[in-house]
């Protein structure tokens, strides 16, 4: 009997030991998983350094260009995740600064503003935005034992600035950290950012292939763990839950890239290609209410009226319901504006005051808009 208690307690702190590197993620973002219905949208995008004095670089605080930027879609009824990489040369409009490059909208306003971009490049809902410093590839790298991956190239650079030395040659071999971070960061070749993007879709592939093989997922906790130190994440828990349902279901994995073409305004540009961009995110069907995108604005309610009603839907049972400060509306009428008939209807039912628009006047990227007006009554 003793020595049974001895084997289940050598058990439990070896457990305890190797899920340790979980523990800081699961404290903040730990969530019973989901398998959500509806697709979801979350953003993926890595965080150029920020330099003090002469070749230093200074503390991270995730405010730089993001430089690669990847939309993780799942789509629920094709069991697909499907990872498209945007350009960093993107044309997008960002809100106050117009017609801008994709990477300066996180210096221009951080995980808010990226998603207000992002989404309405793609016209989808985002659930959150994930920032990941330069460190994290390396060190994710080097905690799954390196990554096999085909060099297309010989690839050779050094930037002392940038503390980066690439020196790849061609052919099939195993890549540590600080050469994966060359193999993605590389872009001098007649492609540019182009081919950076080709080689980024290309490791990722690669990475998890590796994950999903019995030794990654050993070290799937170290490899978490590694991570985690090197993001700032923007999500719910409610969100967290729904992805973590969404990966446990081990969809098919596609890598495409937002389609678009070489332009020059002025300066180099990649110019988005609407009509194929629909056809990447058009796994988008009929929203169940509960699971639907929706942001609240008091437009001319009493002070605090957007939160209580946020309150109230949480407790309903709705799932991603937002506040926004912004204030553009008809201040006297409350309504709630969608395309989803259904939506209007459960909102409507469940707040009963609310009048149903469809007009063009709700917020890009979300599937329902609410305006709290002077005549909400609470």
């Given amino acids: 009997m003793r020595f049974v208690m001895v084997f289940i307690l050598l058990l439990l702190a070896g457990?305890?030991?190797?899920?340790?590197?979980?523990?800081?993620?699961?404290?903040?973002?730990?969530?019973?998983?989901?398998?959500?219905?509806?697709?979801?949208?979350?953003?993926?995008?890595?965080?150029?350094?920020?330099?003090?004095?002469?070749?230093?670089?200074?503390?991270?605080?995730?405010?730089?260009?993001?430089?690669?930027?990847?939309?993780?879609?799942?789509?629920?009824?094709?069991?697909?995740?499907?990872?498209?990489?945007?350009?960093?040369d993107t044309l997008v409009q960002v809100p106050g600064w117009g017609g801008s490059k994709v990477n300066s909208a996180n210096v221009r306003g951080g995980p808010d503003m990226m998603r207000t971009v992002i989404s309405g490049l793609i016209g989808v809902p985002i659930d959150g935005v994930v920032l990941v410093s330069l460190g994290g590839v390396k060190d994710v790298t080097n905690a799954l034992g390196g990554v096999v991956v085909d060099v297309p190239q010989e690839m050779k650079y050094q930037d002392t600035a940038a503390q980066l030395n690439i020196d790849l040659k061609p052919g099939v071999q195993k890549l540590d950290g600080e050469q994966a971070e060359g193999f993605l960061r590389f872009r001098h070749d007649r492609l540019g950012d182009i081919g950076r993007v080709q080689r980024q879709q290309q490791f990722l592939q690669a990475f998890m292939e590796t994950l999903r093989s019995p030794a990654g997922l050993y070290k799937l906790p170290q490899v978490f763990g590694a991570g985690y130190q090197n993001t700032r994440i923007n999500l719910s828990r409610e969100a967290a839950g729904r992805w973590y349902g969404a990966l446990l279901s081990r969809p098919q994995l596609e890598m495409v890239m937002l389609p678009g073409r070489f332009a020059n305004y002025g300066a180099s540009f990649w110019d988005p290609d609407e009509?194929?961009?629909?056809?990447?995110?058009?796994?988008?069907?009929?929203?169940?209410?509960?699971?639907a995108s929706i942001t609240i604005m008091n437009v001319g309610a009493p002070a605090g009226a957007a939160r209580r009603l946020k309150a109230r839907l949480d407790q309903m049972g709705y799932r991603n319901v937002q506040v926004s400060d912004l204030r553009d509306g008809n201040p006297s009428e409350s309504v709630v504006i969608t395309p989803q008939d259904a939506v209007a209807q459960k909102l409507q039912q469940d707040t009963g005051q609310l009048k149903a628009m469809k007009a063009d006047a709700g917020l890009p990227g979300v599937d329902a808009t609410i305006k709290l007006g002077s005549d909400w009554k609470e």
């Avoid at 890595?46 to 789509?75: R, S, W």
Wanted: hydrophobic residues 40%; neutral net charge; without cysteine.
């Fill in 15 to 88: 457990l305890t030991a190797y899920l340790a590197p979980l523990a800081p993620a699961l404290s903040k973002y730990s969530a019973v998983p989901q398998t959500p219905q509806t697709p979801q949208a979350l953003v993926l995008a890595g965080v150029t350094p920020e330099y003090v004095g002469y070749h230093q670089k200074g503390p991270e605080k995730f405010e730089g260009l993001t430089d690669t930027i990847l939309v993780l879609y799942f789509m629920p009824q094709e069991k697909t995740l499907r990872v498209v990489s945007i350009p960093r």
């Fill in 275 to 291: 009509a194929g961009i629909q056809d990447i995110f058009n796994a988008r069907g009929p929203v169940n209410p509960l699971e």
